[in-house]
């Protein structure tokens, strides 16, 4: 069965960034790490790959890149069970990085994150319109989201 992975190419830090994110996203895990053989592209023994798994992602972190940087055009998204590890994750992945609107932020290698709550998916699935147009109302005027108020939104 053909299977899909997300790829990540970084110029150098493929390794600290997986270590990072297996550390950050609560059930991710790391994976093996791939050497440059001799005579492969960089100093033979450097970091090559790195395999990772986020919760139902595997993930490859590649090193090599020759200077093109992650756009908002891919992002990673963490859906997370509640606003205390929302804030967790979300602090995380912000030290170094930069917070953008709507609950994304760039972390400190350039990667795009989005960091949701479980209410946010629910609450859009959920309701009439009125109530659905409520909480996207409230999520426009968040850089962090904050749970509670896209409930009471809903409300």
Not at 47 to 57: H, K, N, R
Not at 117 to 144: F, H, N, T, W, Y
């Amino acid at each position: 069965m053909t299977t899909i992975s997300a790829n990540l190419w970084f110029a150098t830090e493929a390794e600290e960034a997986a270590r990072f994110y297996c550390a950050t996203i609560p059930g991710a895990r790391l994976g093996d790490i791939i050497r440059i053989p001799p005579g492969g592209p960089g100093p033979q023994g450097g970091v090559l790959l790195v395999e990772f798994t986020l919760p139902g992602t595997s993930v490859l972190a590649m090193n090599g890149n020759p200077g093109e940087g992650f756009t908002n055009a891919f992002s990673l998204v963490a859906l997370c069970a509640d606003q205390d590890e929302l804030d967790r994750v979300w602090d995380a992945l912000l030290d170094g990085g930069q917070a953008q609107a709507c609950g994304w932020l760039k972390d400190r290698f350039g990667v795009a994150w989005q960091v949701v709550p479980e209410a946010l998916p629910r609450l859009m699935k959920a309701g009439d319109a009125a109530q659905r147009g409520r909480v996207i109302a409230a999520l426009m005027q968040m850089v962090k989201i904050d749970a509670a108020a896209l409930e009471a939104a809903f409300q």
